[in-house]
């Protein structure tokens, strides 16, 4: 009788302890976005935190289509495009005092047009799914391509349009002059977004957005239109895309038809499934990782979108839940309190298996800068370290840390599995 009575006061107990940890993981990650302008100071990494606070907006939103809804879309970019330039215009209206629109109300505006032409391209695009679903975004994307040249008068033509968030009207005396000052602004909307997106997938709608990914003849059966439940998410996606794009557009003071591109609905693409699909934290981890690697490689190799194609592989290849996922597959570990078991053979592992991508990266590096450097420069310096490509040396030195590294991982890799796997045992019970 009393094992009944306190059943539910146990049940609660939990309920309660889960909600407690969840709002004190957002209210840690208030924090940390808070926190972030004050520990790192410089002009570069400011600008490089505010690419990546647009792209977690942006791949949140994607993966409201693809993780919760499973609809593969080539074209996310046209709404994230297209709520930029409204955005783009709007502030520029407003600094020649046409409209009295602040700079913070400007994502809302770029949400707002992202979420219009969502309902126009999603009333008829969600009525398939799969790849006819994918096509359709994908003849939208092309369709909007070429619009951005025959509507230049929006578009700018392939110069783009042009603004000054300066210009704007003041609210409460906040000027927006300065990175760090969009920042916080850039900040404010990535939590609010992420809030407004992580309760939407808590709602019936976004429950039921699961199971038509999953199953959709079952979603009917139990009398929800699967047609009705993508429109919904669909439409839910463009608005928080277009949000990303009136971001953007205050953040660069700049808009091209390049936006709105297949470039950039790929890059969302590879931001979400290196993060994982199959988590709400996922994309976060993947449009961080993919900015960081996009801004630091770029800098210092013209190879830079190789690199990012082979993560893309590795990643779909051989950890298809994408680095939130191996997180995850790590939290029975966590609980038992074995992660530290886990030390000694990931660093082993992971030390041989950076030895083999050094000589793989030395000789594509070697490789590219014999064909396409210029002849008079003799040596180039990879790992601050001057290397002749064009002689017999390097070319040895590369091979050998690949053949070493490679035989050194297998054999470290199994014995790190099996850590793992001990590691994850179920704790004996008494």
């Known amino acids: 009788m009393s094992t ?64 919760q809804g499973g609809m593969l879309s080539f074209g996310h970019a046209v709404y994230f495009g297209l709520g930029g330039f409204i955005a783009a ?41 799969g790849t006819v ?18 509507f230049d008068r929006f578009f700018g ?16 005396g906040l000027e927006f002059t300065r990175d760090r000052q969009v920042y916080y602004l850039i900040a404010f909307w990535l939590f609010v977004s ?40 669909f439409c839910a996606a463009g608005f928080f895309a277009g949000i990303a794009g ?25 931001m979400t499934y290196i993060g994982g699909i199959g988590s709400f934290v996922g994309p976060v981890i993947g449009a961080v990782v993919f900015t ?31 680095l939130a996922g191996v997180l995850m597959l790590h939290a029975p570990a966590w609980r038992a309190r074995r992660i530290g078991r886990l030390v000694g053979p990931y660093l082993v592992t992971g030390a ?14 070697m490789i590219h800068f014999v064909v396409a450097a210029d002849t008079t420069r003799p040596t180039r310096r990879l790992f601050w370290v001057a290397v002749a490509p064009r002689t017999l040396t390097p070319w040895l030195g590369f091979a050998a840390l690949v053949v070493a590294g490679a035989l050194g991982a297998r054999w470290a890799a199994p014995r790190a599995a099996a850590a793992f796997t001990e590691a994850s045992r179920p704790a004996a019970t008494s």
């Open 4 to 67: 009944v009575s306190t059943r539910p006061i146990a049940v609660a107990g939990v309920a309660r302890a889960a909600r407690v940890r969840r709002y004190g993981i957002w209210l840690a990650a208030a924090v940390v976005l808070l926190a972030l302008p004050q520990l790192i100071r410089t002009g570069t990494a400011i600008a490089i935190m505010n690419q990546m606070g647009i792209a977690v907006v942006f791949a949140l939103s994607f993966n409201m289509l693809l993780g």
């Open 89 to 129: 215009h709007v502030l520029n209206l407003a600094g020649r005092g046409t409209l009295w629109i602040p700079v913070p109300v400007l994502p809302l505006v770029g949400g707002l047009g992202g979420l219009a032409f969502a309902i126009l391209f999603g009333s008829f695009s969600t009525r398939r799914a």
């Open 133 to 150: 679903f994918a096509m359709i975004s994908l003849g939208v994307a092309e369709l909007m391509a070429a619009s951005s040249l025959i």
């Open 157 to 172: 033509g392939e110069e783009g349009i042009t603004t000054n968030r300066s210009k704007a009207p003041l609210l409460l």
């Open 194 to 233: 992420a809030i407004a997106m992580y309760a939407f997938s808590r709602t019936p709608v976004g429950r039921m957005a699961n199971a038509v990914r999953d199953n959709p003849e079952r979603a009917e059966f139990v009398g929800y239109s699967q047609n009705r439940v993508r429109f919904v998410s």
């Open 246 to 270: 009136g971001l953007f557009a205050v953040n660069y003071e700049i808009l091209t038809a390049e936006n709105m591109g297949l470039n950039a609905s790929g890059a969302v693409l590879l």
């Open 292 to 322: 960081f690697l996009q801004s630091m490689l770029s800098d210092y190799t013209g190879m830079w979108l190789l690199y990012l194609g082979i993560l893309f592989l590795a990643t779909v290849l051989f950890v298809p839940m994408g």
């Open 352 to 365: 041989l298996a950076l030895v083999a991508a050094v000589g793989i990266i030395g000789i594509l590096e």
